[in-house]
T-cell receptor, first 110, second 115 residues
Framework: GIQVEQSPPDLILQEGANSTLRCNFS?????LQWFHQNPWGQLINLFY???GTKQNGRLSATTVATERYSLLYISSSQTTDSGVYFC????????????FGQGTILTVHP | DAGITQSPRHKVTETGTPVTLRCHQT?????MYWYRQDPGHGLRLIHY???????DKGEVSDGYSVSRSKTEDFLLTLESATSSQTSVYFC??????????????FGEGSRLTVL
């Protein structure tokens, strides 16, 4: 099945800093989503972005499907951005089933 | 926020007892999913449903069964719970399948501890 690798595994920031999270995948995709799991365990859908660029407030995402990667940008980070960010894809032989990466743990200090 | 309710939110049970987790949605979405989340394994698909009475297995389906008698409800049953099934269980829904166009939304999770 399709492989998903996220980097970095851990990221520590001061409030106000910017960051870039990366998701690499091993095959062509027809579905890619970014999720944020907050410290209380809730999984929040951030972006549905199989290709192109989207922005939502301080967050934006870009997927370059032909080069098999997606980037999540967080600008002017806040402590509430802390948590785990997951990339999830459907593609290759995994059609119909979302495969999750292992996540990036983000900690934002005040 | 998508209208997804999981119950119970927390449960402690003993090995060998049956357990049923319920997922209820108010979005009238066709697709429903059960995932489990474990340290070191991330999120893994247990079972999913693509319509009333239509279900299929995911990657970690052994020891679990599901039922969907109404569009809004998807039940996950552990017939005889084992300690390896201690986990956080998430229900998710999507209007379309997650293949071509489906955007997935998650419930708040149910923490199950099997002693």
């Amino acid at each position: 099945g399709i492989q998903v690798e996220q980097s970095p595994p851990d990221l520590i920031l001061q409030e106000g800093a910017n960051s870039t999270l990366r998701c690499n995948f091993s095959d062509s995709v027809n579905n890619l989503q970014w999720f944020h799991q907050n410290p209380w365990g809730q999984l929040i859908n951030l972006f549905y972005i199989p290709s192109g660029t989207k922005q939502n407030g301080r967050l934006s995402a870009t997927t370059v499907a032909t080069e098999r990667y997606s980037l999540l940008y967080i600008s002017s980070s806040q402590t509430t951005d802390s948590g785990v960010y997951f990339c999830a894809v459907t593609g290759g032989t995994s059609y119909g089933k979302l495969t999750f990466g292992q996540g990036t743990i983000l900690t934002v200090h005040p | 926020d998508a209208g997804i309710t999981q119950s119970p939110r927390h449960k402690v049970t003993e090995t060998g007892t049956p357990v049923t987790l319920r997922c209820h949605q108010t979005e009238n979405h066709r697709y429903m999913y059960w995932y489990r989340q474990d340290p070191g394994h991330g999120l893994r698909l247990i079972h999913y449903s693509y319509g009333v009475k239509d279900t299929d297995k995911g990657e970690v389906s052994d020891g679990y069964s599901v039922s969907r008698s109404k569009t809004e409800d998807f039940l996950l049953t552990l017939e005889s719970a084992t300690s390896s099934q201690t986990s956080v269980y998430f229900c998710a829904i999507s209007e379309e399948g997650v293949g071509p166009t489906g955007e997935l939304f998650f419930g708040e999770g149910s923490r199950l501890t099997v002693l």
